[in-house]
């Protein structure tokens, strides 16, 4: 079992930058792949990132690739997500996942999001 607690979500203004944390409970995090979606108001959860269990595999999806950057740090349980160059379709709910797969979907287990707004 693992829980997961987001943070980092915030207002910022398009061409911004923040940082999402994802802190994981339990002894096992280092043996699981780690992954962010996003849902946006009235679109389906999508798949944003993901690394695998030693951080020396990295996805991404198209829409953040050169802009977003997944790395975890398994002494401190957290994983992160570096988001740059923010622009306003980037404002969404973002999810931390674990899985012991790292895949785009069918994850095991979600913490309960932090908001993201960029404003134009």
């Known amino acids: 079992q693992v829980q997961l607690v987001e943070s980092g979500g915030g207002l910022v203004q398009a061409g911004g930058s923040l940082r999402l944390s994802c802190a994981a409970s339990?002894?096992?995090?280092?043996?699981?792949?780690m992954g962010w979606f996003r849902q946006a108001p009235g679109k389906a959860r999508e798949f944003v990132a993901s690394?695998?269990?030693?951080?020396?595999?990295?996805d991404y999806a198209d829409s953040v690739k050169g802009r977003f950057t997944i790395s975890r740090d398994n002494a401190k349980n957290t994983v992160y997500l570096q988001m740059n160059s923010l622009k306003p379709e980037d404002t969404a709910g973002y999810y931390c996942?674990?899985?012991?797969?790292?895949?785009?979907?069918?994850?095991?287990?979600w913490g309960q999001g932090t908001q993201v707004t960029v404003s134009s």
């Open positions: 996942a674990a899985n012991i797969l790292m895949r785009r979907s069918g994850w095991d287990y």
């Open positions: 339990g002894r096992t995090f280092s043996t699981y792949a």
């Open positions: 690394i695998n269990w030693s951080g020396g595999s990295t």
